[in-house]
C-alpha cells in the first residue's frame, strides 16, 4: 500500500507571550490512497509550543475538513493520533460516530492535543495523525482498526438506530410534547450523572496502604442477554479497586468473541458511579464458561472535594459480539431500571439529538429525526 | 422509515406556538443580556439572570395586555430581576446618596488593564466603574433605555428626588472621567 | 452672572429638570460659553455611554455570543418546559397564582426566595431532582484547561477527568483536550483507556477523544 503523506501549509496563529508554532512542529497526516476520506484543508491556527519548567510543551489545536471521497455514506470515523517520540507507549484517538456523510461531502474534525515532553526535543515531527477506520451505512468499515474502532463504532452505530427508532415512536405515539418531554428527562439525566476523575494504572500496583478486602461483585441481569455474569469480585482498598475478576457464562446459542461487562462502583455514602468496563476477548462456545481479569487498578482520586471510599459493585453486560461478528447491546427497556437510569450515559446518538433540542428546539429536531 | 402522517391540529398550534416563543427570545436576548449585564457587571451572573427574566416573561405571557409593548414588559421585568439580585447579594443601598467627591488616588491598574486601554471599549467600561450601583443602575435606566425618571424610581425603589440625584451625579462622574482621560491622553483615536 | 450648579447642568442635559428650572437654565447658558461647553462635554459623555452599552462585553474564556446566547437559549427552553413539568403536579387551586415562573425562579436557584407552600405541594424527589439538574446545567460553561506540572513517575498511566483525558509515560504526557464542555461522559476500560465523549458545540457532533497504553 503506497502511503502518501499530506503536509498542508498551516497558519499559525501569534499570541504575544508564547512562542509560535515552527514549522519543525507541523504534524504528519497519513491517509492511504485508497482511502474514502481525503484531507481537504487543515487550520493550526492557536498552535503554539512553549517551556514549561524543564519541559517542552505542545499545544496543539488542528481542524481538518475531511471530504468523503467515497460512494456510500460515512457513519463514523477514528483517527489516531500518536506521538511517536514522546510517549512511545501512548497514544490518542478521536472518534465521531453518529454522522451522516453522504458521497463527496465535507465535515470538520478537531483535535486538541497537549504534549509534554523534555527540551532536548527531537527533529522529528512530534505528532502524528492516522486513519484507524471508517464505517459506512452499510455498516462496512474500512482501515486498519488497530485500535478496534470498528467495533466501538459498529456499537455506536447499533444504539444509534435503537435510540432513533426510539424517539421517532415516541413522535408518532405521543406527538412533539411527549417527544419534548423525553428530551428534558434526558437532559435532566445527563446533568445528573456524576462525573469522576479516574485513573487506571497498569500492573495494579497498590499506591495506598489502607486495608484491603474482597469485594464480590453484585450483577444486575438483562432477560435477553446472551451472557451471564456468574461471579466476580475485586480487591478494595480505601479508594482503589484493583484486578477485578469475573466469570461469565454463554447462555445464547451462538459462539462469543467479545464481551464487555461495566461496573458500578457503590462509595460508603451511598453514591454511585459508572466506574469502567472489562473489555473481553475470547472464544466462548455456547453454555460454556470463562473467567476475565484484568491486571490492572482503578483509582479515585477525589469526588467533590471528598475522598471517595468504595463500599460495593455492581456489574451488568453492556455489549456482546458474537464469533460472526454481529452485536448484542441492551435494549431500552433493559437500561430503564431506576438503578442503572441513574448511572449509564445516554448514547452518543441520543446525547447528540438531545443537544439539537437544547440549541435548536424542538422543530429542528423532528428534521432531524425524519432524516432518517 | 416511518411516516408520521399528517400533523395533527394540536401539533401545529403546538410548534407555532414554540417558534412565536423562539422569535421572541432571539429578538430581545442580546439587548436583554447587555441590559443585565450593565447593571451587574459580572457575565456568569448576566446569563443566569437573562435566562431567568426570559422564564419569567414566557410564563407570565397572559399578563401581558398589549403585545406592541412586549419589549418594553420585558425590560422591566430583566431590569427588575437585576436588581433584586444585587439588593440580594450586593447588599446595596439604592435609596442612599453618594457624594460628588472621588477617591484621591486612581485604582491601580494591572498590566492587562493598561493593555486594554487601546481599546476603545475597556477604556468607557473603566468610565463606568467609577460609579457606584445605584448610579450605574440609574444611569443605565434612564439614558440608555430611555425609561422616565418616574419608572426609574419605581423601578429602584426609591423617591423620584433620590433618583435624580443619582442620575446627576452619575453623568458628572462620567464626563469627568473622559475629561480627565483626554487630559492624559488616554483616549485612543 | 451666577452660574447654574453643576448638578443642574447635569441634570439639564437629559432633560430631568422641571419646567421652571428648565427655562432659567436654558436662559443662562444662551449667553454663558463655558456652561455650554459644560452641556457639550455632558452630552458627548451620554452618547459614548449610549454607544458603549450597545456593545458586547469582552467574554471570558474565549467565549463567543454566538455560543453564550446558543447557551442561554437553550436552559430557557429547559427552565420553561421544567416549569410545565413541575406544575403538572400541582393540583390546580384557582387563588394560587400560576406555578409556572415561581417553579423556573426556584429551580434556577439564582435567588434564595424558596416558597415554601409551593415544596410542600410537590413530590420531594421530583423537585430535588429538577433543581439539581438545572442547577447544574445553568453552571455547566465552556471548559478552561488547567494543566498542573505532572508528577514524574516511572509507571505509565491513563487520567480521564471532565478537563481532559491523557497519558503519561516516563515523565511525558499525551493530552487530548476538549475545546468545549457541553456535558462531557468520562469512559474507563480497565485495559488501560480513557475517553472522554462530548457533543462538540461547534460542530454539534458526536466526538470522544481516548488515550490507550498499551505495552510496546
Partial sequence: MRISSVLLASVCALLPWNGVLS????????????????????????????????????????ALSLRNSSQRKIRGITLLVSAQDVTPGGKGSVTITSLDVGPQDTFPVRIDL?????????????????????LFDDLSFYGPDKLSSRRTMTLAEWEARRDRRYFKSVLASGGPERLRQEMLESLTHEADRPSLDVQVVRGGRATNFEPEKQVKFAFLRMPDSPVEPVDGMARIAGNEARAPRLEVLNRSDRAIRYLEVAWILQDRAGREFLAGSVPAELNLAPGQKSRIFEDATLKFPQLRAQPMAIEGMTGFVSSVEYADGTLWIPTRGD???????????????????????????????????NKF | MTDRGAPS???TAYLAAQELQNRFIS??????????YRIVRNVDDAQDLTQEAFIKALQRQ???????????????????????FLRRNGKVNFCEIDTLIEPLSEPSETPEQAVLRSEHRAYLEEGLSVLTERER??????????LPAELVAQQMNCSKATVRSHIANARIKMKRYMERSRRTQRKPL | MKHPAEVQLALFTGGDLGRWERWRVARHIARCAPCQNQIQALRDA????????????????????????????GNIRVGLAAGEAIALFDKPAPSKPRLGWHAALVLLGATAIFAVAFWTSLPPQQADHLLASLKRIRTERIGTLIRAVPAATDEAMVEASSSGIEVKENGRTLSLMQPHSDGSTVSVSMEGSAGVRFVDADTGQVTTNKVYYADQ
Fill in chain 2, 62 to 84: 397572559d399578563q401581558l395586555k398589549e403585545l406592541d409593548k412586549a419589549a418594553h414588559w420585558l425590560s422591566r421585568i430583566a431590569s427588575n430581576t437585576a436588581i433584586d
Fill in chain 2, 27 to 36: 429578538d430581545n436576548l442580546r439587548r436583554i443580556f447587555l441590559l443585565i
Fill in chain 1, 114 to 134: 497537549r504534549l509534554l515532553r523534555p527540551l532536548q526535543a527531537s527533529a522529528n515531527v512530534p505528532v502524528q495523525i492516522g486513519l484507524d477506520g471508517v
Fill in chain 3, 46 to 73: 451620554g452618547a459614548e455611554l449610549r454607544e458603549l452599552a450597545a456593545e458586547m462585553p469582552e467574554l471570558p474564556n474565549n467565549l463567543t455570543w454566538n455560543r453564550l446566547s446558543q447557551e442561554i437559549t
Fill in chain 1, 335 to 369: 437500561l430503564e431500571s431506576p438503578e442503572l437510569q441513574r448511572v449509564v450515559a445516554p448514547s452518543d446518538e441520543e446525547q447528540r439529538l438531545a443537544q439539537i433540542y437544547r440549541k435548536r428546539g424542538l422543530k429542528a429536531l423532528i428534521a432531524e429525526l
Fill in chain 2, 9 to 11: 391540529p394540536s401539533d
Fill in chain 1, 23 to 62: 514549522a519543525a512542529a507541523l504534524p504528519k497526516i497519513d491517509f492511504p490512497s485508497d482511502s474514502p476520506v481525503d484531507l481537504l484543508a487543515a487550520d493550526y491556527s492557536g498552535s503554539n509550543e512553549t517551556v514549561r519548567g524543564g519541559a517542552l510543551l505542545l499545544d496543539f489545536h488542528a
Fill in chain 2, 137 to 146: 443602575t440609574a444611569l443605565l435606566l434612564r439614558d440608555v433605555e430611555g
